[in-house]
């Protein structure tokens, strides 16, 4: 027998790889069942219009074709993750562009896609806005006339199209920037950027002869997709069997509904199994992408860069439907004072309603945004004051005992120890910005913190009859490892090797709540539900143990490798032996399960005043620091990433190599979103809905040499001291490279993203 | 299939086993591979030609599944990832994947699989600019390609 190694801390392949390489692993879009129709949606061609009639005979008239649906056939029922502003299909009026108004279901996808082109909607046209100014207009169309009567779960602050609306604040930001030797201001825009999962959107329901209704689909939880189908379609959850098939990634658009509660419906109507997947085109119209953010914001310090002051206001774009967006607001301004002592912070931000597709939950969830901004202007300060920008952030970096901005204790900060390991590894101090004829060299350093957390889970072990063990816990794996990592805190945990655990697949029936793989929050949140319950079962063990050796349970411990050891002494039991005693003889096969909320508030009323924050619990921290070197062509404008150096202080890598992938694979769609990923609308129409039109970078466009650093300040509470790794990386990128390119050219970029046209402007403004 | 006028049939030999197909002018080789032959393996990314998740190989050679009509596939050999190995057995390239941590969500793997496959059989020991150009096709969204080209050029035997 090779020795027992600790699971917790090894690059462990991923667990589900083999069917992953070998091209068995089933997504959505390869799942079929007997007598299956398919499914394709009509959009709406107006961003604003009141739906007066349907004419479904043409389509119905189409051989094979055997169900059409359309606003006229369903009760209004809504969802929504903040405000249940939502039903599954456009009823009585479109919002945008894309919007679903009528489904099909047929014998196959080709004939459902032509039937559903045959359907005649008679609108008449509303005066759309386009834009949150246009939204905020005075008189300006609403696109929710029913806002105040819409449920929401927090008390949210809203007016016109003006959906929430927070203030956060601490200090006396006035009388501090009356202080300051130096004060700069600027406005900043981002753009919606796509999530580009590259599996799109589906999913696949069937209805048994009870009426209950089997549901798999692309999703970031089994139970957020039982949600809303049930709140969106007026079904009790227990009739609502929400399963999930491999996920081609997630990034935030599979968090909340795509077109479950429509592909539920269209099975309840026809009572066949209906399986619907979008076109790439669909997907990127109908899902939801990244907030465009308008960002004005002042940063101040004294002459010495000791940061004292800052104001930032947002608006954001958040199109039709409320989706995360509240969050997404509250939690941008959360982030907005970055990962500095800032005694004096003042934030107000509001989001809006306009007829352009939702904007959602994206890898980041508005830090990115911010921090943009605000990263700009900690190198802004440091370059009128002549200090170091890297410097710059150590001087101002929170101190391990410091509150963050709202008054959330921090129990674990890796900040210096990352800007420290990044200029160390990237050679900072004697960074050289060799001239080729052409070509300008910059280099940029930005930081940022990043939240893992946000409220419940829960974790069954179960102990099989020969001594391994199943770990149930509703997460999802988009890809990201979670599976591999949850299964290691476990065997760890009952110290067998991970062979013995096998982690089951979410599924509402069988697996104990989580809420969902968003906010980088299944290592660290899930992980203590897993750990716990790990723990449960090795007490249980002890127990029974004690009771087969007729010794107190105090003389038991586990053993390396599945034993249990009677201390000092070399008497072992293998679990097996355990495992059959509580099968056959005494105590019941054994169940160790945890479940628990994360709890800590963000807000302390002493420190800090909050008014429509939406979150009020929302995790524990993560740290990073990256430096990027830029090269920028002069003729055309181009910067290029040439190399990346990130630091991130993750607590504890249960998995190594994992970490790195999800920093490296954050630094990159990070790139995208600085560089070249954006999405345009021509008046209320999506202009680059295919990969065609939209670039999204691929091997040849980022570096070779992104450089990941693993930091570990363990989170106290977090299983063997881990906080979440999933955002973070993401968020300092645009800002970094911003930083780089003015350290090469001289040029500060306001807009996202930084494409050649934008760097040659500026750079000619320059001149 | 039904509605659908001209339907012809046409052999194709996949994986080294010929198949008798209905396919229209219209009908793609991913659309036969997995509507028809459950040969799921080849994914629809974009329908496009741009994300390579459709990749197979047309004697030896990767191309777009998605926009690859089967009908013109005929006396070609095809080969899918379903069609790289025997059993549970792995290749070389498979085997670099899994130890280097090169999948994430899996989604372009296949595709990926097959293309760095392609690329071996031409350039044995590809470097790592061979390789990021080679695989320039195909997009993935997790990884940040650092994993997935270590892995290829560790297949290859060159570092």
């Known amino acids: 027998m090779s020795p027992y190694k600790n699971q917790v801390g090894q690059s462990i392949p991923k667990v589900d790889v083999r069917e992953k390489v070998t091209g068995r692993a089933a997504y959505i879009a390869d799942l079929s069942r007997p007598g299956m129709l398919h499914g394709a949606v009509l959009q709406s061609p107006y961003a604003h219009a009141r739906i007066k009639g349907y004419d479904t005979s043409k389509a119905l008239a189409v051989p094979g074709v055997r169900c059409v649906l359309t606003g006229a056939d369903f009760t209004e029922h809504f969802m929504g993750a903040f405000i249940k502003d939502e039903g599954p299909i456009a009823i009585g009026k479109v919002r945008y562009v894309g919007e679903p108004v009528a489904v099909v279901a047929a014998d196959d996808e080709r004939t459902a896609r032509r039937a559903a082109r045959l359907i005649e909607v008679e609108y008449e046209e509303l005066p759309a806005v386009l834009t949150p100014e246009e939204a905020l207009a005075p008189g300006a169309p609403l696109v929710h006339e029913d806002l105040a009567s819409y449920v929401k779960v927090f008390d949210a602050k809203f007016e016109g199209n003006a959906f929430s609306c927070t203030d956060l604040s601490e200090g006396d930001v006035d009388k501090a920037f009356a202080e300051c030797d130096v004060v700069v201001e600027g406005t900043y825009e981002t753009q919606a950027q796509y999530h580009l999962s590259l599996e799109p959107c589906g999913a696949l329901a069937e209805v048994d002869a009870n009426g209950r209704v089997h549901l798999w689909s692309a999703n970031q939880s089994v139970f957020r997709v039982q949600a809303n189908v049930c709140e969106s379609l007026g079904l009790p959850m227990s009739k609502l069997h929400s399963m999930t098939p491999k996920v081609g990634a997630g990034f935030g658009n599979k968090m909340e509904a795509h077109i479950q509660p429509l592909v539920v419906a269209l099975a309840l109507k026809v009572q066949r199994p209906v399986k619907m997947i979008l076109s790439r085109e669909e997907d990127f119209e109908m899902v939801r992408a990244r907030h465009p953010f308008k960002i004005r914001i002042r940063t101040g310090a004294r002459k010495d860069g000791t940061l004292l002051a800052r104001e930032v206001e947002t608006l954001l774009d958040g199109g039709a439907y409320a989706d995360d967006s509240p969050g997404v607001l509250g939690y941008s301004l959360l982030m907005a004072r970055g990962p500095y002592t800032i005694p004096n912070t003042r934030c107000f931000g509001r989001v809006v309603y306009t007829n352009k597709m939702r904007f959602g939950a994206f890898r980041g969830f508005g830090n990115g945004q911010v921090a943009f901004a605000g990263e700009q202007q900690i190198d802004e300060i440091a370059h009128r004051l002549g200090i170091d920008p890297l410097e710059m952030r150590l001087r101002n970096a929170m101190r391990i005992e410091e509150p963050w901005f709202g008054g959330q204790q921090v129990n674990s900060n890796g900040l210096a120890e990352c800007l420290e390991k990044v200029r160390e590894k990237s050679g900072w101090g004697r960074r050289a910005r060799p001239s080729r004829p052409g070509v300008k060299v910059g280099y940029g350093v930005a930081a940022c913190a990043h939240i893992s957390g946000l409220l419940a889970t829960s974790a069954i072990v179960r102990m099989l009859e020969d001594g391994s063990f199943v770990l149930s816990t509703g997460a999802t794996d988009i890809g990201q490892g979670s599976d591999t990592v949850l299964t290691q805190i476990c065997a760890d945990a009952l110290k067998v090797t991970v062979d013995n655990v096998v982690c089951a697949t979410p599924d509402t029936d069988g697996s104990p709540y989580n809420w969902g793989t968003t906010a980088s929050r299944v290592t660290y949140t899930t992980g203590r539900a897993v750990a716990g319950a790990a723990e449960d079962v090795g007490r249980q063990i002890k127990e029974a143990a004690a009771k087969m050796l007729n010794c107190p349970v105090g003389d038991v411990e586990l053993r390396d490798g599945g034993f249990i050891g009677v201390k000092g002494s070399n008497t072992t039991l293998p679990y097996a032996a355990v495992a059959g005693f509580t099968h056959w003889a005494s105590g019941g096969p054994i169940v160790g399960s945890k479940s628990l909320i994360y709890d800590a508030p963000t807000i302390d009323p002493r420190r800090a005043v909050a008014i429509g924050l939406p979150f009020t619990r929302i995790g524990v921290f993560s740290f990073n620091a990256l430096v990027v070197e830029v090269e920028i062509d002069e003729v055309t404008g181009k910067a290029t990433v040439a190399r990346a150096w990130s630091a991130v202080d993750v607590g504890k890598a249960i998995n190594p190599r994992l970490v790195e992938g999800q920093i490296e694979g954050g630094i990159v769609q990070g790139l995208g979103f600085a560089l070249t990923e954006e999405m345009v609308w021509d008046g209320g129409r999506l202009a680059n809905p295919t990969l065609m039109d939209y670039k999204a970078p691929g091997a040849v466009d980022v570096p070779y040499e992104i450089n990941s650093i693993i930091v570990e300040h363990p989170e106290p509470d977090g299983p063997f001291g881990a906080k979440g790794v999933g955002e973070i990386s993401l968020v300092s990128v645009p800002a970094a490279v911003a930083n780089a390119i003015f350290d090469a050219a001289g040029v500060r970029l306001h807009k996202l993203p930084m494409t050649p046209e934008r760097v040659l402007t500026a750079m000619l403004g320059a001149d | ?159």
Do not use: W
């Open chain 2, 1 to 159: 299939m039904r509605g659908d006028e001209g339907m012809t049939t046409v052999a194709l030999r996949i994986n080294g086993v010929e198949h008798s197909v209905a396919a229209d002018g219209r009908r793609t080789l991913l659309e036969v591979l997995r509507d028809e032959l459950g040969l799921t393996g080849a994914k629809r990314g974009c329908n496009q030609g741009v994300c390579g998740a459709c990749t197979v190989l047309l004697d030896g050679r990767p191309v777009r599944a998605c926009l690859s009509l089967a009908a013109a596939c005929a006396g070609h050999e095809i080969t899918t990832v379903e069609g790289l190995t025997e059993g549970n057995e792995l290749t070389p390239v498979q085997q670099a994947f899994v130890e280097h941590g090169a999948v994430q969500c899996g989604f372009c793997t296949p595709g990926m699989v097959l293309t760095a496959t392609a690329l071996l059989k031409e350039n044995p020991k590809p470097n790592v600019a061979e390789v990021r150009t080679a695989l320039s096709g195909n997009l993935c969204r997790c990884s940040g390609y650092r994993k997935i080209v270590d892995a290829v050029v560790a297949a290859g035997g060159a570092r």
